[in-house]
């Protein structure tokens, strides 16, 4: 700080929370202009000139303008509608990201569920289910519009077996062990199992262009490996 309680612009960013540029603008727009200069043409605020930054962040902390701030500080006074409309509209605001935060929190709570601390997951269906989870709001309207029922069997229940199946067969596949291989075929059988209680006698329900997408966590080739694993299974069951 200088002599006559005034701030360079450097300490003004630092107590003010703002950026240089920000100060700047100000400074262009005429919303708070330095009291002077120094002689290098340098700005310097004074006490009441912070006071004003300060006023002026809490101002746009409740949604009011640039514009609305300098109309304020310019007639020194404010009406109370625009106050509580203002007001209003940060409380919307808040409470907008509050449900996000809480939305976010959710999800992951469920992933901790569905999850086995000492199993391996592998990242692709890690991201699948991940995927699932935060669409799964928009997935029950979609079942809520086509008068869909939930199945018997708990969500997170499902999920869980769902996540740790699918992690297997994409560890089998990865190690490329043959399909006909007696652990990739009791995989196979509970990946059949599994299709069957999730579905229930909802098969023939066909997926209309506006429900959600799922991302799917297997590649072509992991698919085909699927397929020929899968027609094997029926093989050897006739």
């Not at 979609?142 to 199945?151: C, K, R």
Request: with cysteine; net charge negative.
């Amino acid at each position: 700080m200088t002599d006559g309680a005034t701030y360079t612009i450097g300490e003004m960013v630092t107590k003010g929370q703002v950026s240089i540029r920000t100060l700047r603008y100000y400074d262009q727009i005429d919303l708070l202009k330095p009291t002077t200069h120094t002689e290098g043409g340098h700005r310097l605020y004074s006490d009441a000139d912070l006071n004003r930054l300060y006023a002026i962040q809490s101002m746009k902390g409740i949604g009011l303008s640039l514009k609305e701030i300098k109309d304020i500080l310019t007639s020194g006074h404010l009406m109370g509608h625009e106050v509580h409309r203002s007001l209003q509209f940060q409380r919307k605001m808040l409470t907008a990201k509050k449900q996000t935060i809480e939305d976010m929190i959710a999800d992951v709570d469920h992933m901790l569920r569905i999850t086995e601390a000492d199993h391996e997951v592998d990242i692709d269906i890690f991201c699948s289910m991940l995927h699932y989870i935060t669409a799964k709001e928009s997935i029950k309207e979609w079942q809520q519009g086509e008068q869909i029922q939930a199945g018997a069997d708990s969500d997170e229940t499902l999920e869980k077996e769902w996540s740790i199946l699918l992690s297997n067969l994409k560890k089998v596949i990865r190690m490329n062990i043959s399909p006909r291989a007696p652990e990739v075929q009791q995989l196979v059988n509970q990946l059949l199992a599994l299709m069957d209680r999730t579905a229930g006698d909802r098969t023939t329900i066909p997926l209309p262009q506006t429900a959600p997408p799922i991302i799917t966590p297997f590649s072509e080739k992991d698919q085909l490996y699927l397929k020929e694993a899968i027609k094997i299974h029926k093989e050897n069951k006739n």
